[in-house]
């Protein structure tokens, strides 16, 4: 058990519709990272928040967005789904900014299915 | 793109040591070598970083050749549990970009 937590496990939607995905950073991390692997691509990195604020970038679409809370918590938002979107979503976090000296710990993810 | 080449597979019985290498002939001064594990959709598991000395923790060894270009990770006794796929990874010292760039890894199988 990492200590970071997401919910919900499991999700199944329909083309077109919006969902939030929540994770909860393990107890004194204050960055929290997305990631998104799907079949074709493998684990790729969508976007970073640092102690509220966005941190880095990856490759994520404009129909998606995050946010990180005072609590810390992050949220992942999904709109337009699209049956590409199909896919697992995991959340990590570390201790302060990152960088190679701090250790990502990854939650059990989310698994999003669009039909 | 990731910096590192990893064989797509390998095997290994149970009991015996698995020794999975890692090519990372790019990589920087400033670039730490970081191995992670995933086993079956789970999220990614931390299991050792070095920068240029050997290193050793509960779970395995992290052998980095004295050029830095390549790595090798060992798991002391494989088991069953060990089953994974297994992700070698540079990362930049204090870069604000603290993105993890994962390539497609090792699937290790251990043969009972």
């Known amino acids: 058990d990492s200590g970071v937590t997401q919910t919900p496990k499991h999700l199944i939607t329909a083309t077109g519709q919006r969902v939030t995905l929540r994770c909860s950073p393990r107890s004194g991390d204050l960055s929290v990272y997305w990631y998104q692997q799907s079949l074709d691509q493998g684990l790729q990195f969508l976007i970073q928040y640092y102690n509220g604020e966005e941190r880095a970038k990856g490759n994520i679409l404009e129909r998606f967005s995050a946010q990180q809370f005072p609590d810390l918590h992050s949220e992942l938002n999904l709109s337009s789904l699209e049956l590409g979107d199909s896919a697992l979503y995991f959340c990590a976090s570390s201790r302060t900014s990152g960088g190679a000296l701090e250790t990502q710990y990854f939650g059990p993810g989310t698994r999003l299915l669009v039909l | 793109d990731a910096k590192t080449t990893q064989p797509p597979s390998m095997d290994c019985a149970e009991g015996r040591a698995a020794n999975l290498p890692c090519n990372h002939s790019t990589i920087s001064g400033n670039e730490y070598v970081y191995w992670y594990r995933q086993i079956h959709s789970q999220g990614p598991q931390y299991i050792i970083h070095?920068?240029?000395n050997n290193e050793t923790n509960e779970m395995a060894s992290l052998i980095i050749t004295e050029d830095r270009k390549s790595s090798t990770l060992i798991l002391p006794h494989a088991t069953l549990r060990d089953t994974a796929v297994y992700y070698c990874i540079v990362r930049v010292h204090m870069n604000r970009d603290d993105k993890i760039i994962f390539g497609k890894g090792t699937r290790l199988h251990i043969l009972p």
């Open positions: 070095g920068l240029k």
